[in-house]
């Protein structure tokens, strides 16, 4: 795994140092930069966002989350449809990530995790503060045990953010709950608050945390939360026509169940499609 982030963190290093990272206007602007920043904006894009996790007792861990987004209007509102195919390579059991549910085993395991699509609707054009509200499904994808919940769960999902001209802050929320799948599986009841804010710099640049904090309920007290403390940079750029953007974060975790990891390094590459 440290071979494949030295790849990824010196092909950022390339891009943003050579000629293809565009100015701020070249790149669209506040206007570009403002839509990356809102989660139910009108907006396609493809993410990749790679996650590596350190100081767990079992060993590193790495995520690659492809979340692409397909926002659709319907009359006065928008349907913002937002999935996230997880494909994982573990050590071991990581205790406290809701996407490695499965203690049994810790001989460790790679390939594709469980799949979540989230449907927000969202006014198509908010006055004030930006709000979305929609399902939320996982479904069991996994390709090992060890990778997934064998369940189909479901819940409520809620966004509520603000642009003011320094960048944009506000939240994301999330429960799920198991509605179905293998009867000799431990039940899902799991909750995400993803608080964010971007502070925007000259010339593309911006400064972001996105903390994802989340909680097990079904765990043992003292042992339901993970919670991460960090940020990071990022910035827009062209590569020819194409608009991207792309940010490195650091988050340490200042509570965790036992035995889970420390902190965490992210890398994301995100393609733009504006209309």
Known sequence: ???????????????LASGVAAEEDASGGGDLRAAVQNPVGSLISVPFKSIWDYGADNGTAYFMNLQPVFPQRVNEWNLIHRVIAPYISVDGYHAGRPELPNPSSG??????????????????????AIWGVGPSITGPSATDTQLGSGKWSAGPSFVLLKQPKFGTYGFLVRQLWSVGGQSDRNEVSSFLLEPF???????????????????????????????????????LFKIGNQAMNTRVEAYANVEKPDGGPDWSLSWTLQFLFPK
Do not use: C, H
């Open 1 to 15: 795994m440290s071979t494949r982030l030295s790849i990824l963190i010196l092909l950022t290093a390339v891009l």
């Open 107 to 128: 001989e460790g395991a790679s390939g594709l995790g469980d799949i979540n699509y989230t449907m927000f609707l969202s006014p198509a054009e908010p006055k004030g």
């Open 197 to 235: 804010l971007n502070y925007n710099l000259p010339k593309g640049w911006y400064l972001v945390t996105d903390m994802v904090l989340t909680a097990n309920w079904q765990a043992a007290d003292g042992q339901q939360w993970i919670v991460p403390m960090g940020g990071g940079v990022g910035k």
